[in-house]
């Protein structure tokens, strides 16, 4: 496997325990696992380690973007509880820009890393008024709220919404923050594991963003 190993919740270098991964920092943890660089082979190798569960990409992805960073969390292939992707672009307003999803189940703490914030799951900014959007994933509607920043572990201007879907967290980190315009209804998501042949045709390659 091409993936590098780290802690999900922070940079922190982990160790393996017999049957378990533990972080200085933060206990026993699942393993954080990352390529180096992204590039096609890479995720293939990703795509192996989170069997069963979903990593979303918009689709289809903008002119020009590329795949710029992926993860998964997850002690072996069959466990996997999260995964993230980044891809990279410019827009007319904003120029350069970065989009980082993260799918998650509750209590790992890998959106929250990438977000910036101080809890592992998004938390009462979920049901706190309407949502602000809604994306669509194998043809569900799933809304999403603005998550605060205003607490946050860093500093970097970004925008964060985020919400439920599958009984998972699903985190949307735009950076910069002004880049969240882009978001809107029509927007869909689409699990790269089951997208088959075209994967090849897939761009990748660029600067990984900074989490």
Known sequence: MD???????????????ENRWSC???????????PPEASYDAFVDHLHASVGFPTLIPWPVPPAWSVTDFAVVGADPERARATMIACSGTSELDGPVDLI??????????????AGTRHDDPGSDI????PMVKVHIDH??????????SNATVEWDR????????????WLVFRPASALLLLSDDWILRD????????????????????
């Not at 999803?101 to 990438?114: D, Q, T």
């Not at 049901?127 to 309407?130: A, K, L, M």
């Open 101 to 114: 999803i993260i799918s998650e189940e509750a209590g790992v703490g890998l959106g929250a890393r990438i």
């Open 159 to 170: 925008s964060v919404v985020a919400g439920e879907a599958s009984g998972r967290w699903l």
């Open 3 to 17: 993936l590098t190993v780290g802690c999900p919740r922070c940079p922190t270098p982990i160790a393996q325990v």
């Open 192 to 211: 790269l594991s089951e997208v088959g042949p075209q994967l090849v045709e897939l761009p990748f390659g660029g600067p990984a963003p900074l989490w």
């Open 24 to 34: 200085p920092e933060h206990g026993d943890v699942a393993p954080l696992w990352r």
């Open 140 to 149: 569900q509607a799933v809304p999403l709220w603005a998550i605060s920043t």
């Open 127 to 130: 049901s706190s008024g309407s």
